[in-house]
């Protein structure tokens, strides 16, 4: 019922590294990876086209310490379907950005700070350019920073509202 190709069953600790499993089977039900009771870590690893009867590559119910590039995050336990591979992991997405290590949600480190911007994959935030504001949390991109409207300006990056301008200027 819980086969895999690997299975890690009530162990202290199972580390994988530098290795890339491709084209795997486990028959019947399970995934590519099973883990019961055994915390594990991953870096520098892949997963590509391995198959299970239930399309689980990997199975755990104890956390797995992804060893992720900043701006990315994996869940830590479940289940985990199709291709992946670490550092890349899960990009944390368009608005949002992955300052530390070891995230676990989409949310990543949080919404994008006022007065910049985050695309696909952030690890810090992108200050808005010159003559632009960004008053809200969550930008995704450059476009999403609004230019000063006229009679107002903004000398510095990374702002969330523009100044008006000198009198007679």
């Not at 504001?133 to 300006?153: F, K, T, V, W, Y």
Request: proline residues 8%.
């Amino acid at each position: 019922q819980y086969g895999g190709v690997v299975r890690a069953f009530n162990s202290l600790s199972l580390s994988i590294a530098g290795v890339d499993l491709i084209n795997n089977r486990a028959d019947g039900s399970g995934s590519g990876l099973y883990l019961e009771s055994t915390p594990s870590s991953i870096s520098d690893a892949s997963f590509t086209g391995n198959t299970a009867g239930d399309d689980k590559t990997i199975q755990t119910n104890s956390p797995i310490d992804w060893a992720c590039r900043l701006g990315s995050w994996m869940p830590s336990q479940g289940s985990f379907f199709g291709n992946f591979s670490a550092p890349e992991c899960n990009r944390c997405p368009a608005g949002y950005y992955g300052a530390t290590s070891g995230l676990t949600e989409p949310s990543c480190s949080g919404q994008c700070t006022k007065g910049h911007f985050c695309e696909d994959g952030t690890a810090d935030p992108e200050p808005c350019p010159v003559g632009t504001r960004m008053p809200a949390l969550g930008a995704a991109s450059n476009e999403s920073c609004i230019p000063c409207a006229p009679g107002q300006h903004q000398p510095l990056a990374g702002e969330e509202e523009c100044l008006p301008c000198a009198a007679g200027s």
